[in-house]
Structure formats: structure tokens, C-alpha cells
């Protein structure tokens, strides 16, 4: 990010390394931050995050909308220039948006072993002005449970690397692992054969786990094999590294993670390329014998950052290709004022009946008017189509076929490496009856008294909209 003095760092590393973890120290110049990105040979990689009718989201957008003036208005007497020598400010915005990093740290050719330690809890409180019985925050991800505080995530991970041959793993306990891998198959047919069971229970643990080696050509070509988090999306899976506490729709619709191999290649001081071949979304073990491809240029300066990726697979089994594409970028805007935007759009052909598709968008904008101090408001619209608007054969939401939510986060920094949020956030659904559809009416959020399938006592979602408030508090190693 901007700002003035020279290449010190903190107390982690040098200047010719950037530290992989979330307590990297900040980059004062542009000259320091190329440095550690590319001098080392290593190549940068994403973590990669109501009412019937559609008036109530105008609404949404409209308030939305003057919000976003409040933010882009001049700060008046509250902001401030940074002087000569400091950094920007709020330490925990530096990976958001999901910009493109080092792999890895690369030695110099000589046989050096070094080893790295890394950490972070995430815990929380979250209201919901619903106030369901059950205590359930429908679609939520991760801050998913009303009227108790949480322990969303605990991490430990290291960074082992001699000569040019590395190594990351990442460890996770708390709720956040639950829902990380609600999507991972099942299968327990061979364990009369002697082949082991697997299911999300096996990998839950299991935040990134890979090796990687990073080869003397080009201008740097990192080769790694192991679990990833998702290129997919700007946002990422540790709360630090983003703008708003909770997730947006396209982060908790999207990819998690994925296994297979992965290979980047800086093209320039601000340019990587990257191709990839995976099992496929949330998927440890494969769910159909077809692999999934991903290719992605990213771009980073001092004021911008962005990416276009692709990605493609068979996903369902028996089901056809799916093609998703994904763009996002970040500006900022001045010294105090950051703009993002992220696009998500795909389609997948249905045998013997229209394709599904799906489109997606989130804008973030952020004021941090203090260095302790920053302000970020967010909305996001998910729609996802079937054909004939099938609920069966949606991708993303059963419920559904459109989400939408607004976000608007208060984040302190009373630490360097502690971070306080307060948060609110409203949830909405359209029915595909609202769209034009001939599907009937669902609801999918839960308010008050929650009434139960007879047959199966499953909970019935009996609302479509949903309010909360979240605290939540950071803090890392």
C-alpha cells in the first residue's frame, strides 16, 4: 500500500522475503513490496473472503447507494495524511482484496533451511433480530448461530523451506471448518476391502496443505501439489485478511478449496500466470473420474490489484461441464478511500433441457479516516437460474433463485495485530414466482417460532429476509 520511509521491516524476515502469514510485516515503498515479491524468484498466488416482489431489494440498492455517497464525500477534518515514513494504517486490510502473493519464500541456491510459524483465533457473538427458535442464521456460513459467541476458527500454520523445495501446512478447529467442508463427498463402500472411509469428518483439520518447488526458469515458475484455497473471488477464508466480518453471497456460493497441482509463473514485476488441474469444487475425493482445469492472470501495483480467472469441470456426477468466470479488481482510490468490485457468471448445459447459469456481483467500498479506525460498506446480489427454475437443479441455492445482502462493517484496531468488528447486515430473497418463474414460493431464513416437517422434522424456513448484528474480535501470532 502507499506510503513513504524505507525498507524496514517488522520482526519478521527481510525486505527480499514477504512473509506468507497473516502477520506479514507492512511494505512502506513500492520499491520494498516488488522487492519481496519478486526478487526471490517467487511468483505471486490468490488464497484466492423479505417481503414478496422485488421492491424490497430497490430499497436495498437505494440505501445502498446513498451510503456509498456518505463514503465517497470528502473526510473532511477526520482524515488524515499519512506522514513521511508511516504506512497507510489499518494493518488488517493488506490482503484484502484476495490479491496475488508469494508462494513461496525461494533461497538463493544455497542449501539454508528455514522454518516458519504462523497463527490466528476468531471468535464471535452474533444477534439475529429474527430471534428463531432454533438458533439457526440460515445461509450464513460462518457466523451461523444466533445469540451465542462463537469460536469461528483457530489456526496454526508453518512454512518449511530448503533451497528451492517448500512446504505449507495449515491447520483449523472451530465452526468455520464445519461449514468449509459441508460440500466434500462421502464414501465408506470399501471399508469391507480394506479401503479406509473418506468424508469431511477425514480432511475437516485441513485449511491448506502443500508442496511446492520452485524452479530456476523464466523468470520464476512455482510447481506445487496439495490442498489450496480457492483462487475463486476476492475474498478469503481468514477474517483478517478482509474488509467486513461476515462473507459475501459469492464467497460462501463459490469454491472453499481444492486439491490437484498448481503452476504460476511471474511474467513481469506486476503480472502472474497461473494454470491449475483439480479434482473439482470441495472435493478431496473426486465425486466423477473427470478433472477440473482453472487459468488465471493476476496484476498488482501499488494502487491496483486484479484478476480474471476461468475455471471448468464436470462437478455433478453424470452432470456436464460446468463453466464458470470470475473477475475482480481494487483501486485505492486516495489515501483514505478504497473501491473493489467482483464479477462471478457461469453456466452449466442440463441434458435434454436449458443450461443453468448463474451471475453474481459484490462492490466494497472502504474509508479508513484513521489508523485505527476503518469503515467499509458492501452489497452483493447472487441470482442462479435452472431450467424451468427447477429448485432441484439449481446450483447454489435450493430456496432460491436470487440473493442479495447489504453489509456495513465498523473495524478498530486497538493492536497491530488485533482486530474489533462491528457489524450489520441484512439478508433477502426473491421467490422465482417474484422473477417470473413458475416455481412456488419458498422461504429460506427462520423467524421466531420455527415450524417442523411432520414427516421428517426438519425445520421449514418461514421468512426471506434476515437482520444481524455481529461482534467479532481477531487476533494473531
Not at 33 to 56: D, F, I, K, S, Y
Not at 81 to 95: C, L, S
Amino acid at each position: 500500500m502507499a506510503g513513504g520511509g524505507d525498507c524496514a521491516m517488522h520482526w519478521r524476515g527481510e525486505c527480499s522475503l514477504r512473509i506468507w502469514w497473516w502477520t506479514r510485516e507492512r511494505k512502506t515503498t513500492k520499491q520494498c513490496e516488488m522487492r519481496a515479491q519478486w526478487v526471490t524468484n517467487g511468483v505471486q498466488r490468490p488464497r484466492r473472503v423479505g417481503a414478496a416482489g422485488l421492491e424490497p431489494l430497490l430499497r436495498i440498492t437505494l440505501v445502498s447507494a446513498a451510503l456509498v455517497a456518505s463514503f465517497v464525500a470528502p473526510p473532511g477534518a477526520a482524515a488524515q495524511e499519512h506522514p513521511e515514513g508511516q504506512t497507510e494504517g489499518v494493518e488488517f486490510d493488506e490482503e484484502m482484496p484476495n490479491a496475488p502473493r508469494v508462494s513461496a519464500p525461494v533461497g538463493d541456491g544455497g542449501p539454508t533451511l528455514e522454518a516458519k510459524f504462523g497463527g490466528y483465533v476468531e471468535t464471535s457473538f452474533t444477534w439475529s433480530f429474527a430471534e428463531p427458535d432454533n438458533g439457526l442464521i440460515a445461509y450464513r456460513g460462518f457466523d451461523n448461530r444466533h445469540a451465542t459467541f462463537s469460536l469461528e476458527n483457530a489456526n496454526l500454520a508453518t512454512h518449511i523451506s530448503f533451497d528451492r523445495v517448500y512446504l505449507k501446512l495449515s491447520l483449523q478447529w472451530g465452526r468455520t471448518p464445519d461449514t468449509y467442508y459441508l460440500a466434500e463427498p462421502s464414501d465408506s463402500s470399501g471399508t469391507a476391502f480394506g479401503v479406509g472411509a473418506s468424508s469431511a469428518a477425514t480432511y475437516r483439520f485441513i485449511q491448506e496443505a502443500y508442496l511446492g518447488w520452485n524452479a530456476p526458469l523464466l523468470s520464476g515458475v512455482a510447481i506445487e501439489a496439495g490442498v489450496f484455497l480457492s483462487p475463486v473471488g476476492i475474498e478469503s477464508i481468514d477474517v483478517h485478511s478482509n474488509w467486513n466480518w461476515s462473507r459475501s453471497n459469492l464467497f460462501m456460493g463459490l469454491p472453499f478449496y481444492h486439491l490437484g497441482l498448481h503452476v504460476a509463473s511471474a511474467l513481469s514485476e506486476n503480472v502472474s500466470a497461473h494454470v491449475a488441474v483439480y479434482n473439482g469444487w470441495n472435493n478431496i475425493l473426486d465425486n466423477n473420474v473427470e478433472k477440473s482445469v482453472a487459468g488465471w492472470v493476476g496484476f498488482t501495483s501499488e494502487d491496483l490489484s486484479a484478476q480474471v480467472l476461468y475455471f471448468g469441470g464436470v462437478e455433478r456426477e453424470g452432470g456436464n461441464w460446468r463453466n464458470l468466470f470470475d473477475a475482480w479488481a481494487a483501486v485505492e482510490a486516495s489515501p483514505w478511500l478504497k473501491l473493489a468490485l467482483h464479477v462471478d457468471g457461469g453456466f452449466e448445459p442440463y441434458s435434454g433441457r436449458d443450461a443453468g447459469w448463474w451471475f453474481g456481483t459484490a462492490g466494497y467500498v472502504r474509508g479508513t479516516p484513521t489508523d485505527w479506525l476503518a469503515l467499509t460498506l458492501r452489497q452483493d446480489v447472487f441470482l442462479d437460474r435452472a431450467p424451468d427454475d427447477d429448485p432441484a437443479a439449481r446450483i447454489f441455492w435450493a430456496t432460491t433463485p436470487l440473493m442479495a445482502s447489504t453489509t456495513i462493517t465498523v473495524q478498530l484496531i486497538p493492536l497491530e495485530y488485533i482486530a474489533v468488528f462491528l457489524e450489520y447486515r441484512h439478508d433477502q430473497t426473491a421467490t422465482s414466482a417474484d422473477l417470473g418463474g413458475p416455481a412456488p414460493d419458498q422461504d429460506t431464513f427462520f423467524r421466531g417460532a420455527i415450524p417442523q416437517d411432520p414427516a421428517t422434522g426438519a425445520w421449514v424456513p418461514n421468512s426471506r429476509t434476515q437482520d444481524t448484528i455481529t461482534l467479532g474480535v481477531t487476533a494473531g501470532l
